[in-house]
C-alpha cells in the first residue's frame, strides 16, 4: 500500500521492495513510488486509477481507495506525511504497512537492513513474481534469491487481523476483489482468488439445502436441495409474473401475480447446470385437473463458497438475467463448511 505519489509530494517511500542481495547488500528497487512504480501505475494521489491487470476503473485515485482499507498510521511511520516503508508502519495493528497486505510471512527469507530499518526480506516474493511475469525481467535486474512463494491458500498477515474486511485469499465472492473483477496474486503464479490451483475448487455438497434468496428482490426466493448421491440439485422458485396483472384480476389464495418455477439437473464442483419446468394447470390440494409441467429454459447456480452464489437464467418467456444469492439463515453454513 503505497500512499506517496512522488519524491516531490510528502516523504519519500522507501523501497518499493526489499532484498538481501548475495553480491552486492541490500538493494532497493525504488527510492519511492515517483521513482519508477508510478511508471505503470501513475500517480498515487491524482485521477481515476484503472488496474493494469482487467482494466477496471477504481472510480477514484490510488490514495483514497487505500485508505477506506487501512488507518494513515498503517502504511505511514508515523503521521500522514511520513515515510511509507514496505514492511513498517507506526500502527500497533496494522503494522506491516504494505507488505500486510501484499506479501506473506511464510515466504521471509531472513532480516535486511534499509537505510538503517530493519526489516523482513522476502516478504514481497508473490508480488515481485506478480511484476516479474508482466515486465519479464524487471525485478530479477535487481532482486535476487527469493524463496518459492508458499501458494495462494496462505493469507497475507493482515487478513487475520480483527479489523480487517479481508479474510480470505481464495475467495470468490468479492470480498477481497473490493475493485475490479478479480483479487491479488499473491504468490505471482498468474492465478487469481479461488481460480487458482492452490485453493482447490469449491464442491456442492448437502449443506446448500436451504432457503436462498437476493436481498434486492426481499419476498422473493428459492428453496434448493443437493442430491449428493444422484449428483442433482432440485430448485423451487417463488416469484412473480413479469408483468402486474391488472388491478381488477383477484385470486381466492394468495396473490394473482404469484408464480412458482422448479428446475432441476446435474451438478459439478462449483456448478449446476438446470432443466427449468413451469407448471400449470392445478387446483389447490386437488388431484383434478391433473397439472401441466412445460420446459421454459435454464438456469445455472455457482457456488462462490457457503454462503453466496450467482444463479443465471435463460427463460425464453420471460428472459435472460443474474441474481446474486445468500442464505436466509445460516444454520446450515456449518455443514457445509464440513463437508
Not at 523501497?15 to 508510478?38: E, M
Not at 498515487?44 to 488507518?71: I, Q
Not at 524463496?147 to 498477515?157: F, I, K, L, S
Not at 412458482?260 to 447446470?273: C, K, L, R
Request: with cysteine; charged share 20%; aromatic share 8%.
Amino acid at each position: 500500500m503505497l500512499f506517496n505519489s512522488s519524491r516531490h509530494a510528502l516523504s519519500p517511500i522507501k523501497g518499493f521492495l526489499w532484498l538481501t542481495l548475495a553480491c552486492c547488500g541490500t538493494a532497493w528497487a525504488y527510492d519511492d513510488y515517483g521513482g519508477g512504480c508510478d511508471t505503470c501505475h501513475g500517480d498515487f494521489r491524482s485521477g481515476v486509477y484503472a488496474s493494469n491487470h482487467d482494466g477496471a476503473s477504481w472510480g477514484t485515485d490510488l490514495m483514497t481507495k487505500h485508505g477506506e482499507w487501512v488507518t494513515c498510521t498503517g502504511c505511514h511511520q508515523s503521521d500522514f506525511s511520513a515515510d511509507v516503508l514496505l514492511n513498517q508502519s507506526a500502527d500497533s495493528t496494522f503494522s506491516k504497512s504494505c507488505v500486510g497486505c501484499h506479501g506473506r510471512d511464510e515466504d521471509v527469507t531472513g532480516n535486511c537492513v534499509g537505510d538503517d530499518s530493519p526489516v523482513e526480506c522476502g516478504s514481497g516474493a508473490g508480488l515481485r513474481q506478480t511484476h516479474e511475469a508482466v515486465s519479464q525481467g524487471a525485478c530479477s535486474g535487481c532482486h535476487s534469491g527469493d524463496a518459492t512463494p508458499v501458494g495462494e491458500n496462505v493469507n497475507p498477515y493482515n487478513y487475520s487481523l480483527a479489523g480487517s474486511t479481508i479474510k480470505d485469499s481464495c475467495d470468490a465472492d468479492g470480498s477481497e476483489s473490493q475493485v475490479g473483477t478479480t483479487g491479488l496474486d499473491n504468490d505471482g503464479d498468474g492465478e487469481r482468488d479461488a481460480s487458482d490451483s492452490d485453493c482447490g475448487q469449491f464442491g456442492i455438497n448437502a449443506g446448500m439445502n436451504d432457503a436462498w434468496y437476493s436481498p434486492a428482490t426481499s419476498g422473493q426466493g428459492f428453496l434448493i436441495t443437493v442430491f449428493e448421491d444422484t449428483g442433482l440439485v432440485f430448485l423451487a422458485w417463488f416469484t412473480f409474473d413479469v408483468e402486474r396483472p391488472p388491478a381488477d384480476v383477484t385470486a381466492i389464495l394468495g396473490d394473482p401475480g404469484h408464480r412458482w418455477v422448479t428446475a432441476q439437473g446435474p451438478f459439478s464442483g462449483d456448478t449446476a447446470t438446470l432443466n427449468v419446468t413451469v407448471t400449470s394447470g392445478g387446483v389447490f390440494d386437488s388431484p383434478e385437473p391433473p397439472v401441466e409441467n412445460a420446459q421454459d429454459g435454464t438456469m445455472t447456480i455457482k457456488w462462490n463458497d457457503c454462503t453466496s452464489a450467482t444463479l443465471t437464467y435463460d427463460i425464453p418467456s420471460a428472459g435472460q438475467g443474474e441474481i446474486q444469492l445468500q442464505r436466509i439463515a445460516n444454520d446450515n453454513v456449518a455443514l457445509c463448511e464440513a463437508l
